[in-house]
């Protein structure tokens, strides 16, 4: 079975995109050993300090990854891979719509407040813009469905915080909200330090509680096989 494809995507700094596709893969590889690659085509190069700097080294990277490089990255990769994480540029630039073009999901960040959500709204129109670029180019002869989902993160404890920001996402056309959140909690940040997760550091913590649902969410949508029957550890090097 082919890799399933999943960018994390906004143009709104701080709303935890790297902080998301860290996690996420943390939990895929170390709990559910399924065969993850991560991939960072943002300029600021944050995944690629997180993951040099701790125990997730062991997790596949492909650095320093371009529009000229980022088709070939993931196609190379497919058949080796049960998922492959790609942390879109924060900026405008090809390498994002290139990588939505590739994926079977874009998740997109945002923390319960108007500039994240209408961020998240911009995003998404970039995606059903590579969706319907990438459907004239096969004019009728099928059709190409890229997915979105917006996540919530950083959400403080006050759920009537967390009820409007749905809702507000709720009223902007096509964008549709994961059920799991992930909430303000200290462990996320602490781990960053050690270039690790909370699914490392404190597996039985709140922190680790929201990924492990968000993940299980995630690998629900874009049809991972259960992870009591997940692949074998992922392999040492990726096709470059």
């Not at 879109?88 to 959500?117: H, M, R, T, W």
């Not at 915080?161 to 909430?183: C, E, F, M, N, S």
């Amino acid at each position: 079975m082919a890799a399933k494809v999943i960018a994390t995507a906004t143009d709104k700094g701080g709303a935890g995109k790297t902080t998301l596709t860290m996690n996420l893969a943390a939990y895929w590889s170390t709990v559910e050993h399924r065969r993850v690659l991560l991939i960072d085509c943002d300029p600021t190069r944050v995944l690629e300090r997180w993951h040099a700097r701790g125990p997730l080294k062991e997790i596949p990277l492909l650095g320093n990854i371009d529009e000229q490089t980022i088709t070939s990255a993931i196609d190379d990769n497919l058949d080796a891979y049960d998922v492959i994480l790609v942390d879109c540029a924060g900026s405008e630039g090809q390498v994002e719509l290139f990588a939505f073009g590739c994926a079977n999901l874009v998740l997109i960040p945002a923390k319960a407040a108007e500039p994240d959500i209408a961020a998240a709204a911009r995003t998404h129109l970039k995606v059903k813009e590579t969706e319907k670029m990438m459907n004239a180019r096969l004019r009728g002869r099928d059709t190409f469905t890229i997915d979105t989902r917006i996540v919530l993160t950083m959400v403080s404890k006050s759920t009537t915080v967390a009820r409007h920001a749905d809702k507000l996402i709720r009223a902007q056309p096509g964008l549709i909200p994961l059920g799991t959140l992930l909430r303000n909690l200290v462990a996320f940040s602490e781990s960053t330090f050690r270039g690790s997760t909370p699914t490392l550091d404190e597996p039985a913590g709140a922190a680790a509680y929201d990924i492990r649902r968000l993940a299980r969410e995630v690998g629900h949508l874009v049809g991972l096989p259960d992870f009591q029957a997940a692949a074998a550890p992922a392999p040492a090097t990726a096709a470059s």
